[in-house]
T-cell receptor, first 117, second 111 residues
Framework: GAVVSQHPSRVICKSGTSVKIECRSL??????MFWYRQFPKKSLMLMAT?????????EQGVEKDKFLINHASLTLSTLTVTSAHPEDSSFYIC?????????????FGPGTRLTVL | GQQVMQIPQYQHVQEGEDFTTYCNSS?????IQWYKQRPGGHPVFLIQ?????EVKKQKRLTFQFGEAKKNSSLHITATQTTDVGTYFC???????????FGDGTTLTVKP
């Protein structure tokens, strides 16, 4: 149980294009999903908290208009990197918290490797 | 804001040796989680500790939560090559809605 999927797993795009990444909880419902960015050999940097049915909460320094988050249902959150630039190249990971869970454990998706040329 | 620090950053051991990573938070935590990320993989939840002074074991792994609930440790007895990876601790901040991750400790095991 507690499986989270991400799509696509890898994307290469030209500078200036927008890229959408999907995060799905496959066997549980998640009112809250988190989007992280991880640089090589670095820790996970929380970008935003995605709340089902409401606006996402962004961390300080993260551009809301750059990284659009939509949490349309209890099993799906999307992150759109708008007008991507090479500096946006990174590993993006989502996680979800089971609504039935008692604790704060998060279940992570496999990540999306974004490369902007 | 809340800061979560882990030491050491890197640890190289010979297979069979023990390994310990330490996690320290600048604020008191309601609970703490540990994750393992294999090279090229994504973080995988290992365990959550909630009570002050709590100790939990998973086979060769021993997790401890400090009495003040500001620090934690993960100890691996007799490491194996399958233990390689980066171990992260994470704890929720005061609003308990999100977790701050430590920088991780990367373990390499020489056969």
């Amino acid at each position: 149980g507690a499986v989270v999927s991400q799509h696509p797993s890898r994307v290469i795009c030209k500078s200036g294009t927008s890229v959408k990444i999907e995060c799905r909880s496959l066997d549980f419902q998640a009112t809250t999903m988190f989007w992280y960015r991880q640089f090589p050999k670095k820790s996970l940097m929380l970008m935003a908290t995605s709340n089902e049915g409401s606006k996402a909460t962004y961390e300080q320094g993260v551009e809301k208009d750059k990284f659009l988050i939509n949490h349309a249902s209890l099993t799906l959150s999307t992150l759109t990197v708008t007008s991507a630039h090479p500096e946006d190249s990174s590993f993006y990971i989502c996680s979800a918290r089971d609504v039935r869970g008692q604790g704060n454990e998060q279940f992570f998706g496999p990540g999306t490797r974004l490369t902007v040329l | 804001g809340q800061q979560v620090m882990q030491i050491p950053q890197y640890q190289h051991v010979q297979e069979g040796e023990d390994f310990t990573t330490y996690c320290n938070s600048s604020t008191t935590l309601s609970n703490i989680q540990w994750y393992k990320q294999r090279p090229g993989g994504h973080p995988v939840f290992l365990i959550q500790l909630v009570k002050s002074g709590e100790v939990k074991k998973q086979k060769r792994l021993t997790f401890q939560f400090g009495e003040a609930k500001k620090n934690s440790s993960l100890h691996i007895t007799a490491t194996q090559t399958t233990d390689v990876g980066t171990y992260f601790c994470a704890g929720p901040d005061t609003n308990a809605g999100k977790s701050t991750f430590g920088d991780g400790t990367t373990l390499t095991v020489k056969p």
